[in-house]
């Protein structure tokens, strides 16, 4: 590995990063033309469907073999719980609270992750995890205040809605490890991000009018923005980083995504910040930084 390539790995891992905390901007964005998370939740999978469903009639030819049963409920269970219901809750928190916060309580989902991996493998959280947990809660408890002083209206659910879809993001990576060692992980994705569209696409028939859809152009922009640069490049970015530089220091380059949606949440929403957000925006870093430090030692040892 030159290292130019691992120059690229970074980039590619920083670009993924901003990519992802993007989105939270341009969901709030299109908020304030008065569509809602579930209309926006099938615009977003709606204009991503199509590359998705590109890779996995390539993947497919790379792999011929046909999923078994085993394999097929696997893929339904993991795409209904980690990317249909956890953007879904994702969604309708944003409605609610700031993308700052929405972010660092989406940023949580290793602390969470340790602890049901413990809980399902039965194995031991040390006092180091534990410290940068508290680290991390406490941190988010400040933000909390921060915005609470806002008077931001139904903080309290819109936080609630977030963090459920955090743990049914962890409930996916705990469970998504056996799936993508028997199927691939571009083959697993694919087929994952294909239910949950059709499962967005559902939902959107079930309880919405066709109506719901006469929408300013500016949403369908901000729609197909957060398709391509929030949810398909992004994906791709992160696996070429991980291939050229590896998934932990990918993990931990990462965490300048809650930082970059504080700043585009400042500059493009006008979102104030505070000091006590600051310091409790650091805490969370920190914290989640040393909970993934320990689980790639872990994991190497």
């Known amino acids: 590995m030159t290292p130019a390539d691992k120059l690229l790995g970074v980039a590619f891992a920083v670009l993924a990063a901003v990519g992802f905390s993007a989105k939270a901007i341009l969901i709030k964005l ?36 046909p999923l078994d ?9 993991l795409g209904l719980i980690g990317y249909y219901l956890s953007s879904f809750l994702d969604f309708l928190g944003l409605q609610y609270i700031s993308a700052g916060l929405e972010r660092l309580i989406l940023f949580l989902y290793p602390t969470i992750t340790v602890v049901l991996s413990g809980l399902v493998y039965k194995r031991p959280i040390g006092p180091r995890v534990v410290a940068a947990m508290l680290l991390c809660y406490l941190g988010i408890g400040l933000v909390f205040l921060h915005n609470a002083e806002l008077n931001q209206e139904h903080i309290v659910l819109g936080s609630a809605l977030v963090f459920g879809g955090t743990l049914s993001y962890s409930i996916y990576l705990v469970g998504a490890g056996h799936a993508i060692a028997r199927i691939g992980t571009t083959r ?37 923005e957060m398709a391509l640069f929030s949810t398909v490049l992004p994906v791709f970015l992160l696996s070429y980083a991980i291939r050229r530089i590896g998934s932990g220091s990918a993990s931990l380059i990462g965490s300048i995504g809650p930082i970059s949606t504080i700043y585009m949440a400042h500059v493009f929403l006008a979102e104030s910040i505070s000091l006590m957000q600051m310091v409790g925006s650091g805490l969370v870093l920190v914290g989640v930084i040393m909970v993934s430090v320990t689980a790639n030692r872990a994991t190497v040892g």
Do not use: C, K
Not at 191 to 214: D, G, K, N, T, W
């Open 69 to 77: 049963a085993h394999d097929r409920m696997l893929v339904l269970a």
């Open 30 to 65: 299109a908020y304030l033309d008065s569509p809602d998370a579930i209309t926006m939740l099938a615009l977003r999978m709606g204009f991503s469907l199509p590359f998705f469903i590109g890779i996995a009639v390539w993947a497919r030819r790379n792999q011929p073999e």
């Open 188 to 224: 697993f994705t694919a087929y994952a991000m294909v239910v949950a569209s059709v499962a967005s696409f559902l939902q959107f028939a079930i309880m919405r009018p066709l109506s719901a859809l006469r929408l300013p152009l500016h949403v369908y922009q901000l729609a197909v």
